[in-house]
């Protein structure tokens, strides 16, 4: 079982992530690059390679404040990357048998075809953002808390995500969205429509450490005071067209150094896993 107590704006610290992603044309050589800032108040993340016995390997930035390995990002053997967001809304009561959508998807699926596919499982999950990718195309799905699900497809362009439902018919959700929320989506939307020119893995690393709008507000968060939510991971997936996914990781540890992680995940990485000194 999973719990869902999602909790508000006005009762806790809010949920903060920033998700974005492009495809074909809008990127250096085709393919795609997807992005995720983790964002909370001061917790530990972590680098795991995660083996499901039923399913595809994965490597996932994992939340270890989570009672087990919980994959809030990650890319699987197949070339399939999966990234999340939790909506702010108001406590909500525990929903049985809730699945974690993010590590279901890395273990079950092989492309974002497969993924769309899987509305039994968009069913079972929490209210939650996914965005997904693979070498061809990007995905955008919103879960509400009824259940209902809103989903944007591109082969060519871009989509961002915060925590706020953006489509019209989920809209009744944002009852207590947020001021940054608001602020960190207009703020990577700018970013990615006065660039012309196709982005490369830099350019969405570039946007991905953006201060813009102060250690609040902005995509990449500082927080104002010790206990303030700030980002504590970014991750970073590059799959060009025809070729293998890059991962791009910086993970900020409260009271650890901060570590910087890329590698290229050819067919023959996945045998080796990752080295001791990047876990």
Known sequence: MLAWL??????????????????GSRVEGGGTIIVKNRDRTPRQSALKVLAPPDGYQHLALVAMDAPQDSPVAGVNSKGLAVVDALPNLPPQEEKAGA???TGTLLSQCASVDEVLAR??????????????????????IAIDPQGRVAVQVRDQGVLCQTNHYLDPRLRENNLKPGA????RYHRILQLLIRQTCPYSLEDFLAFSQDRHDGPDNSICRRGSTPAETRTLATWIVAHPAGGVPRVWVKITNPGAPQKIVSLKLAPSWW??????KVL
Request: glycine share 8%.
């Open 6 to 23: 999602l909790v508000s704006p006005g009762a806790g610290p809010a949920h903060a992530c920033t998700l974005f992603a492009a495809a």
């Open 119 to 140: 509305r039994d499982l968009f069913r079972a999950s929490y209210p939650v953002f996914e965005m997904v990718a693979d070498a061809r195309k990007i995905a955008l």
């Open 99 to 101: 699945v974690n959508l």
């Open 271 to 276: 045998a080796k896993g990752l080295p001791d």
């Open 180 to 183: 940054s929320s608001g602020i």
